[in-house]
């Protein structure tokens, strides 16, 4: 049996966890709900403050499933009492950043800013101009926003310039060498 699919996710009094008749686990917390669709190798029963999640079958792609969807859930479970948060920096000469509405504005050293809409879900926060904190209830949709933003200009090796993640280091190249 799976070692991360057979241990139960226990969540508190703030939660509300139902599994409906479509194999789907909706998760309901105190700032969003979650749903989460799962495939029917694999299925969720409630147990007090718990989910325990059970496989019908031993085959490979079964195991797989039991400890993805375990994860899946542990992770909405999370994400709707604490949230996810996820850094990024801005690096180089004149890159800024700026929240307006529904909108991010990046200059980013082309000729006109980039603009990024922000989906629903999730929230960004500039406390500097060259630092933002993406925060949000699903970890995949705050990586997958951090991912698309860093996308617009990715630090490159030899001056660092760029958006990276907070803490992200960059492996610097040599320049050019000067001739003998």
């Known amino acids: 049996m799976s070692r991360i699919g057979k241990a139960p996710v226990i969540f508190d009094n703030t939660v509300k966890v139902d599994v409906t008749p479509a194999n789907e686990v909706v998760i309901k917390g105190a700032k969003s709900s979650l749903k989460i669709g799962m495939q029917p190798q694999v ?8 989910v325990v999640l059970t496989r019908k079958d031993d ?7 039991h400890g993805l969807y375990r994860a899946l ?6 994400g709707v009492t604490k949230g996810f948060t996820k850094g990024l920096e801005l ?6 950043a700026n929240v307006a509405g529904k909108k991010l504005e990046l200059s980013l050293g082309f000729s006109h ?3 990024f809409d922000i989906p629903e879900g999730i929230e960004i926060k500039v406390e500097k101009q060259t630092s933002l904190a993406i925060t949000g209830a ?4 705050v990586g997958q926003v951090a991912a698309k933003i860093r996308s617009f200009r990715p630090p490159e090796p030899y001056l660092g310039k760029g958006v990276r993640y907070a803490g992200e ?3 610097r190249k040599a320049g ?3 001739g003998k």
């Open 91 to 96: 690096q180089g000469v004149g890159y800024r």
């Open 138 to 141: 699903s970890r995949e949709l």
């Open 43 to 50: 299925t969720a029963k409630v147990d007090g403050n718990k």
């Open 176 to 178: 050019k060498s000067a």
């Open 169 to 171: 280091h960059i492996r």
């Open 113 to 115: 800013p980039v603009i």
């Open 73 to 78: 859930v542990q992770n909405a479970v999370v």
């Open 59 to 65: 085959s490979k792609e079964a195991r797989a499933l």
